[in-house]
């Protein structure tokens, strides 16, 4: 059985990005304010490890900023903190996030000389109208050619796509997915935009010079999306910004922030299941579905949102659901009217 891993966050907000894009305010998003510093890193690690169950793996994670646009003398201080704990074995690896305009073969070398395993690579689009609009401050060329880079060096690589950019559409999104795919990522994470107090997208939206991407809209785009990754074979380790206080307290002021998106994206998903497998035949009778263990509530939708569209579109009486041992996704009809609860 392979060990649990444990994630020791070291966030490092808007540390070294020569860019502010529209969407950004990195302090907001990872609930920190300063730069990190060795000593934060040393903190972390100690702290962590006094708590965390000894029979995991555990990983340093460097978030929030983009890591190897960080001036050289920086990043070796923030990894060289960490060697010792590394060389000892009481972390198994550390990883990164950072831009593809920020990894050349220098830099490389050096996240392989202090054990860095994985990088993530925030890509956001593969649309050069939207990378412009959104002031990304690099094209779809220098992401492919990041990519193969850190692949070739034997890093795992981790993909980060955003939706509902400025200019973004569901089209372009899903040219994106389907770019990222080629460049064969070890996974990927899917944030749909949200609007943050103080950034220039906030005063566009303001302007009515931005339509907001709402969760509902994130939702449907994202289902789609995460069925494309998955008939890729790439899974979507993160789909939605992960909550902090300061955003759900009021510093997400719209776009598509929600504190279970992927939930509503995975309720959509079923929807489109759901549906084919009901026909006029079953008009004003019980329709029972069967689904995998733990997937009653996102096949019933939130608020039972599902539920109400089936009775809605193909008059039924009420629609339940059962577990059964199915795998995730995967959904049967078994019987109409009020079958015994065993079937």
């Known amino acids: 059985m392979r060990a649990k891993r444990s994630i020791i966050p070291v966030f490092v907000p808007h540390l070294g990005c020569p860019h502010t894009c529209v969407f950004c305010d990195q302090n907001r998003i990872s609930g920190a304010e300063s730069p990190a510093t060795a000593q934060d890193v040393k903190n972390a690690l100690r702290d962590a490890l006094a708590l965390l169950p000894k029979d995991t793996e555990k990983t340093l994670a460097f978030y929030g900023g983009s890591f190897t646009a960080i001036p050289a003398k920086k990043q070796e201080e923030l990894l060289g903190a960490a060697a010792p704990w590394l ?13 593809p305009d920020a990894v050349d073969e220098e830099t490389v070398d050096r996240l392989k000389r202090y054990g860095v395993r994985t990088v993530e690579l925030g890509v956001q689009s593969m649309v050069p109208e939207v990378l412009e609009a959104s ?7 220098d992401a492919r050619a990041a990519a193969a880079l850190i692949k070739s060096a034997g890093f795992e690589l981790i993909l980060q796509m955003m939706t509902g950019l400025p200019g973004d559409s569901l089209e372009r999104s899903l ?11 070890d996974g990927v994470r899917i944030y749909p935009a949200v609007i943050i107090r103080g950034t220039e997208l906030a005063r566009m939206w303001e302007a009515g010079e931005y339509p907001a991407h709402t969760p509902q809209e994130a939702a449907r ?3 789609e999306l995460l069925d494309l990754f998955e008939a890729a074979g790439i899974p979507v380790i993160r789909f939605g910004l992960n909550p902090t206080e300061d955003l759900s307290g009021g510093e997400a002021i719209g776009g598509a ?3 279970a998106l992927r939930d509503l994206a995975e309720s959509v998903r079923y929807l489109k299941k759901e549906r084919p497998l009901l026909s006029g035949e079953d008009r004003g009778e019980t329709v029972r579905f069967a689904v995998g263990h733990g997937q009653v509530s ?24 059962i577990e059964k041992d199915l795998k995730p996704g995967e959904i049967l ?11």
């Open 221 to 223: 785009w994202g289902a």
């Open 135 to 141: 002031q990304r401050g690099h094209s779809p060329e």
């Open 175 to 185: 040219y994106t997915a389907r770019e990222l795919i080629k460049l064969s990522p």
């Open 257 to 259: 922030y929600h504190p």
């Open 87 to 99: 060389q000892r074995g009481d972390i198994k690896d550390i990883r990164l996030s950072t831009r």
């Open 298 to 321: 996102a096949a019933t939708g939130q608020r039972r949102a599902n539920v109400e569209a089936l009775r809605r579109e193909f008059g039924l009486k009420d629609v339940k659901f």
């Open 333 to 343: 009809k078994i019987a109409c009217n009020n079958p015994p609860d065993n079937i």
